[in-house]
C-alpha cells in the first residue's frame, strides 16, 4: 500500500466577477506527516504563475465539510448542498475556492483508511522530528 494518497480535484474560484474560474488542484495526504493535507495549486491557476500550496489539519478539513472550521490562514465551511468553500487567507489578500464536497468526502476516506483518525501518532517519527527540529543535533 502506497504511503501518499493524491487526488485531483476542480476547484471553483471565488471572484467578484459572476462567472467562476474552474482550475485544477491537487489534495496530499502522506503517512510521514499523518495530521496534515497539502493543497496544491499549479503555477498556471496562481497570480504568481508559481505553484502554491497550502498546508492544513486533516481534522479542519474534515469538520469544515459540517459546519465552519478554521480561524487562522485557512477555514473552510460548507456551501450549500453539494459544495465546500477553503478560504486561503495571505497577506496578499484571501483566495476562496469551492470543491464538491464528495469529492472532499472521497479523499478523506482514503486518508482513513491509510491512517485512521485517532491514529496518527502511530504513524509519527519522533526521532526524525526531533532531529529535523533541532536542525539534525539530535
Known amino acids: 500500500m502506497s504511503s501518499v494518497i493524491e487526488q485531483s480535484v476542480q476547484a471553483r474560484m471565488v471572484a467578484s466577477a459572476p462567472r ?3 482550475l485544477p488542484a491537487t489534495l496530499h495526504y502522506d ?3 499523518p495530521f496534515a ?3 496544491v495549486f499549479p503555477a498556471p491557476a496562481t497570480l504568481e504563475g508559481a505553484e502554491v500550496s497550502w498546508e492544513f489539519s486533516r481534522d479542519l478539513l ?3 465539510i459540517d459546519a465552519p472550521a478554521g480561524l487562522g490562514d ?3 465551511r460548507p ?3 453539494d459544495r465546500t468553500v ?3 487567507h495571505a497577506l496578499e489578500g ?3 475556492v469551492h470543491v464538491r464536497t464528495s469529492e472532499l468526502r472521497r479523499f478523506l476516506k482514503r486518508a482513513e483508511e491509510l491512517v485512521p483518525v485517532g491514529g496518527e501518532d502511530r504513524f509519527m517519527d519522533l526521532d526524525r522530528d526531533l532531529a529535523e527540529l533541532l536542525g539534525g543535533a539530535a
Open 79 to 81: 456551501f450549500g448542498y
Open 62 to 64: 474534515a469538520s469544515g
Open 74 to 76: 485557512v477555514r473552510v
Open 94 to 96: 484571501i483566495a476562496m
Open 31 to 33: 503517512l510521514g506527516d
Open 20 to 22: 467562476m474560474e474552474t
Open 86 to 88: 477553503l478560504e486561503f
Open 37 to 39: 493535507v497539502r493543497m
